[in-house]
C-alpha cells in the first residue's frame, strides 16, 4: 500500500507559478512511475506529466509542455511539479499517482495508476 499526498495548491495569477510537492509513503520509491493528473469541474481528468523511478523517462501532456517540470527526490520520497507560465485553465484539482514500473504500461493513462492522493486545489485568476 503506498499512499500518497499532496500540498503545494493554492491561488495564483495568470503568468504566476506554482509548486506541487507529492509525499510518498513507500520504503521502494524508485519501484514506482509518478503522475500528476488533473481534473476541472464537468471535464474528464487529464494527463499532466510521468516520470519514471529510474530510467529517466518522462512525459508531459500536450497542453502543458513547456511550462511544466516534473521531478523526483527519491532520498525524500517526493515528486513534484513545477508549474510556470500559468492560464486561467490550468486551474483543476491536482492529483498525485503512483504505479509500479513496467515496459508494457502507458503512464499517460489514468487507469495504469493503482494509488492516488487526495487532489490539491489549484485556481489560475486572469
Known amino acids: 500500500q503506498v499512499q500518497l499526498v499532496e500540498s503545494g495548491g493554492g491561488l495564483a495569477q495568470a503568468g504566476g507559478s506554482l509548486r506541487l510537492s507529492c509525499a510518498a509513503s513507500t520504503p521502494t520509491f524508485t519501484i514506482y512511475f509518478m503522475g500528476w493528473f488533473r481534473q476541472a469541474p464537468g471535464k474528464e481528468r487529464e494527463f499532466v506529466a510521468a516520470l519514471s523511478g529510474g530510467d529517466s523517462r518522462i512525459y508531459y501532456g500536450e497542453t502543458v509542455k513547456g511550462r511544466f517540470t516534473i521531478s523526483r527526490d527519491n532520498a525524500k520520497n517526493t515528486v513534484y511539479l513545477q508549474m510556470n507560465s500559468l492560464k486561467p485553465e490550468d486551474t483543476a484539482v491536482y492529483y498525485c499517482?503512483?504505479?509500479?514500473?513496467?515496459?508494457?504500461?502507458?503512464?499517460?493513462?489514468?487507469?495504469?495508476?493503482?494509488?492516488w492522493g487526495q487532489g490539491t486545489q489549484v485556481t489560475v485568476s486572469s
Open positions: 499517482a503512483a504505479e509500479s514500473a513496467a515496459m508494457y504500461k502507458d503512464y499517460t493513462r489514468a487507469y495504469e495508476y493503482h494509488y
